[in-house]
């Protein structure tokens, strides 16, 4: 090291996706592909028929890619950041799953959050709870 260089050390970040973590950043993966392709060619095709259905559904696949990024990225910041977006993503779920329910009409066609996921085996609403409890879990290992 010359004398004009600073010594930088920084922390390594924490592992996110370690053990089961693995299987939520696939999960998640596979929520990103579903939800942006399907909601990429319904806005592309039909956009004039269920527009808020499907601009939810993009907005779900952004929130899942977000997700499935800060989980590969690891670090603590990271992890607050994925854990906020998890707590989105699940008042979206439950929000738009009673939307539709109490209110079907202004829902022509269904989005990735309609009845709580239903068309996507309720993965919508358990992936966020499960991703949570494993976002929390990683905090106390850390912290001890």
């Known amino acids: 090291m010359t004398s004009g260089e600073a010594e930088v050390t920084t922390a390594p970040r924490t592992r996110l996706i370690g053990g089961p973590g693995i299987l939520l950043v696939w999960l998640y993966g596979v929520m990103v592909v579903g939800a942006v392709s399907r909601s990429a060619v319904q806005i592309a095709t039909q956009f004039d028929r269920a527009p808020l259905a499907y601009t939810l559904?993009?907005?779900?696949?952004?929130?899942?890619?977000?997700?499935?990024?800060?989980?590969?990225?690891?670090?603590?910041?990271?992890?607050?950041a994925a854990f906020v977006c998890c707590a989105v993503e699940l008042a979206g779920v439950l929000g738009v799953g009673a939307w539709t329910l109490a209110e079907p009409s202004a829902f022509p066609d269904s989005t990735v959050w309609s009845d709580f996921g239903m068309g996507y085996l309720f993965i919508p609403v358990l992936l966020p709870l499960t991703a949570m409890y494993w976002l929390r879990k990683a905090r106390g290992a850390r912290t001890g």
């Open 57 to 80: 559904s993009a907005l779900a696949g952004v929130v899942y890619g977000f997700i499935t990024y800060s989980l590969v990225r690891g670090g603590e910041r990271a992890r607050r």
